[in-house]
Nanobody, 123 residues
Framework: HVQLVESGGDSVQAGGSLRLSCTSD????????MAWFRQVPGKEREGVAA????????YYGDSVRGRFTIAQDNAKTTAYLQMTSLKPEDSAMYFC?????????????????WGQGTQVTVS
């Protein structure tokens, strides 16, 4: 069973930066893709960014490309989401997810493992 633990959410002013972390000590080699999603009440979960763990290929949603960066540590057990130039519309609960493939990374249904979420509020 894969456990994912997010941290780093906070309240910041527009234009500020935050770094989210997602750590797992139980990722298997088959969990090839790690991703960040976000969700606001009443809306579907939105794919933000993803990284292919075994090749460092990265993917971004249109709304965050150029402002957010996804990365992983050398041990490939922690995924980071560096968020810069934050906007009020970036406010959401951010979730980390792990799945077998990044092929349809923007789809929440592609991921079988999820963290509990960390709140980001931009005002």
């Amino acid at each position: 069973h894969v456990q994912l633990v997010e941290s780093g959410g906070d309240s910041v002013q527009a234009g500020g930066s935050l770094r989210l972390s997602c750590t797992s000590d139980s990722l298997t080699y088959s969990s090839n893709c790690m991703a960040w999603f976000r969700q606001v009440p009443g809306k579907e979960r939105e794919g933000v960014a993803a990284i292919y763990r075994h090749g460092d290929f990265t993917y971004y949603g249109d709304s965050v490309r150029g402002r957010f960066t996804i990365a992983q540590d050398n041990a490939k057990t922690t995924a980071y989401l560096q968020m810069t130039s934050l906007k009020p519309e970036d406010s959401a609960m951010y979730f980390c997810a792990a799945g077998q493939t990044c092929g349809n990374w923007w789809k929440a249904s592609e991921f079988g493992y999820w963290g509990q979420g960390t709140q980001v509020t931009v005002s």
